[in-house]
């Protein structure tokens, strides 16, 4: 069974830095992008950023929202995929949630995990 | 950077309702279109992929097509369980956008 768990959420002054954390389970994580994907109280769904598997360069891209802010990682090692947030601000606080892409770049996103709640206030 | 925009953004209708919602791109993208269904308090459930392929699992009233710009998902004899936010993704090339959503809701 396919298990995306999250962690690292919290409550975060603005201008501060978080390090979220994806840990995968139930398939090769090798062989798969990832995205982390978030969701403001009551809002709709934002694609935050991807990656590619390791296998296939690790090519990263991101929202415009939080180019420059936050970076994408993986570790297909350990099965896991980490979102660094730098210079947080009010409008990141959401449910972050990592989520599978079902193929190398081009493709749907299949698994997602439940998320992790970002809060960023004073 | 391409958009996409979604009508209606919520309706209501009754079981056994045909639902359509629309997805329209700002430019083409080919058939690179996915659809994905949300209910309160859980995660999003992928329903259709490559615009028009049902991903396995799904009820065979749900139903997708379009190509380029202009795509619909369709739900041929809304049930209550299919009570949710629907939203449309592209996935042709980052970004990989989401629709802003469409709620429906049982009359």
């Known amino acids: 069974e396919v298990q995306l768990v999250e962690s690292g959420g919290g409550l975060v002054q603005p201008g501060r830095s978080l390090r979220l954390s994806c840990t995968a389970s139930?398939?090769?994580?090798?062989?798969?992008?990832m995205h982390w994907v978030r969701q403001a109280p009551g809002k709709g769904l934002e694609w935050v950023a991807f990656?590619?598997?390791?296998?296939?360069?690790?090519?990263?891209e991101y929202a415009a929202s939080v180019k420059g802010r936050f970076t994408i990682s993986r570790d297909d090692s350990k099965g896991i995929a980490y979102l660094q947030m730098n210079s947080l601000q009010s409008e990141d606080t959401a449910v972050y949630s990592c989520?599978?892409?079902?193929?190398?770049?081009?493709?749907?996103?299949?698994?997602w995990g439940q998320g992790t709640l970002v809060t960023v206030s004073s | 950077e391409i958009q996409l925009t979604q009508s209606p953004s919520s309706l209501s209708a009754s079981v056994g309702d045909r639902v359509t919602i629309t997805c329209r791109a700002s430019?083409?993208?080919?058939?690179?279109l996915a659809w994905y269904q949300q209910k309160p308090g859980k995660v999003p459930k992928l329903l259709i992929y490559?615009?028009?392929i049902l991903q396995s699992g799904v009820p065979s009233r749900f139903s997708g097509s379009g190509s380029a710009t202009d795509f619909t998902l369709t739900v041929s004899g809304l049930q209550p369980d299919d009570i949710a936010t629907y939203y449309c993704?592209?996935?042709?090339?980052?970004?990989?956008?989401f629709g802003p959503g469409t709620k429906v809701e049982l009359k």
């Open positions: 139930g398939f090769t994580f090798a062989n798969f992008a």
């Open positions: 993704q592209k996935y042709n090339s980052a970004p990989w956008t």
């Open positions: 990656i590619k598997s390791e296998t296939y360069g690790g090519t990263t």
């Open positions: 490559g615009a028009s």
């Open positions: 430019q083409g993208i080919s058939n690179y």
């Open positions: 989520a599978r892409g079902s193929g190398i770049y081009r493709a749907p996103i299949d698994y």
